[in-house]
Nanobody
Framework: QVQLVESGGGLVQAGGSLRLSCAAS????????MGWFRQAPGKEREFVGG????????YYTDSVKGRFTISRDNAKDTVYLQMNSLKFEDTALYYC???????????????????WGQGTQVTVSS
């Protein structure tokens, strides 16, 4: 089991930027694909983007392509979500998650992730 702690959320004006971090501890972080999800009030949890175990492959939902970038630093056991050109509709609680199985590619289904952080709130004012 890996423990995940997100940070970096906050209040930002539309058009602004934030960088979320997700620090991992526990099992070997570097062997697992990671994902970012978000959940707005009254809505289901939504896949935002993912990165494979070595950072060589990333995948994003259409609504954030070209604006969000996922990266990871396996030496620091941390994955990042750089969010630029933020929109009001990006407002949500953002979660990072670690895949259930090692050495995988990018996953999009929440069921493929076995460990979740507690979330960090991102609020974009219009």
């Amino acid at each position: 089991q890996v423990q995940l702690v997100e940070s970096g959320g906050g209040l930002v004006q539309a058009g602004g930027s934030l960088r979320l971090s997700c620090a991992a501890s526990g099992r070997t972080f570097r062997s697992y694909a990671m994902g970012w999800f978000r959940q707005a009030p009254g809505k289901e949890r939504e896949f935002v983007g993912g990165i494979n175990w070595n950072g060589g492959s990333t995948y994003y939902t259409d609504s954030v392509k070209g604006r969000f970038t996922i990266s990871r630093d396996n030496a620091k056991d941390t994955v990042y979500l750089q969010m630029n050109s933020l929109k009001f509709e990006d407002t949500a609680l953002y979660y990072c998650a670690a895949a259930r199985n090692p050495w995988g590619t990018t996953y999009t289904d929440p069921a493929d992730f076995g460990s979740w952080g507690q979330g960090t709130q991102v609020t974009v004012s219009s």
